[in-house]
């Protein structure tokens, strides 16, 4: 199997340094790849744009107003979202005694200056590849493989995860459980390729019917948990009854094919993830045991 490259093009790097000659330098070899550059002064900037944008790479200079760069990296590396964020030091400062205090404080490389353009442009290369190489894999990690939807593990980890935060701030939360509808006829029927092709459009259609911080994963078979923050059982039924007509109404491309869904609504109380989910299957028992291609609460 061919291995397709990572595309690199978009790629957003913060350059730290109160040197506007480095700046114009930077930028022509950068823009030149495609690669979008922000620029800040000191530290103190740097760590105010990080509130709000999340850059693939950080050249950091050492010797700036201010905090220096050893202090801004290691801030850096204290949040957890940006834990895996490539750091290069960027520096006239190249003994060895800076080069290790660079490393302790988190940076993966150190450039000295003067430095060779071309040796730049490879190094962060390098390190641009490492880091979508490794988010690649963390996403592949939490995903399931044939629907794209989060994989089983992590759809639960999110329910015990939004279940905390729903009781921390006294917000409603509301599960659905769905399940297709004689899934095993249709793989008998039709093939397990079409099966397959049924659990994929499927999953499409649920996300159709979610908003952004709504979380969807495959439970496991044709099973799938919808997870919706801030939204009590009235809201969850209207979205899981949503996702059933939508499934229901699909055309699946296959003379004498079609779909149905069954769900089963629940809204969080003073309970466990697992309670709620015991709830949640409950309920789409009874749709199942009422006639199939309904929702239950």
Known sequence: MKVQPFDLSNSRILVVDDNQDNLLVLQTVFKRLGWKIDQVGDGEQALQYLNHMVPDLVLLDVMMPGIDGYEVCRRIKKQPEFSELPVIFLTAMGEMGHLVKGFEAGAVDYIPKPFSLKELELRVLTHLKLRRAMLEMQRMAVTDGL???????????????????????????????????????????????????????????????????????????????????????????????????????????????????????????????????????????????????????
């Open 147 to 297: 629907t794209g939807l989060f994989n089983h593990r992590f759809i639960v980890d999110s329910l015990n995860s939004r279940i905390e935060e729903a009781q921390r701030y006294a917000q409603p939360l509301s599960l659905i459980m769905l399940d297709i509808d004689y899934f095993k006829s249709i793989n008998d029927s039709f093939g397990h390729q079409t099966g397959d092709l049924v659990l994929e459009g499927v999953a499409s259609k649920i996300k159709e019917c979610l908003r952004k911080v709504d979380l969807c994963g495959r439970y496991g078979g044709e099973e799938f948990l919808v997870i919706l923050p801030n939204t009590a059982l009235e809201g969850g039924l209207q979205v899981a009854e949503k996702i059933r007509e939508t499934v229901q109404t699909a055309n699946w491309g296959v003379q004498g094919l079609q779909a149905a869904i069954s769900g089963g609504v629940a809204q969080m109380g003073k309970e466990t993830s697992s309670e709620l989910l015991s709830r949640a299957d409950q309920q789409l028992y009874h749709a199942k045991d009422q006639g199939r291609n309904r929702i239950c609460f």
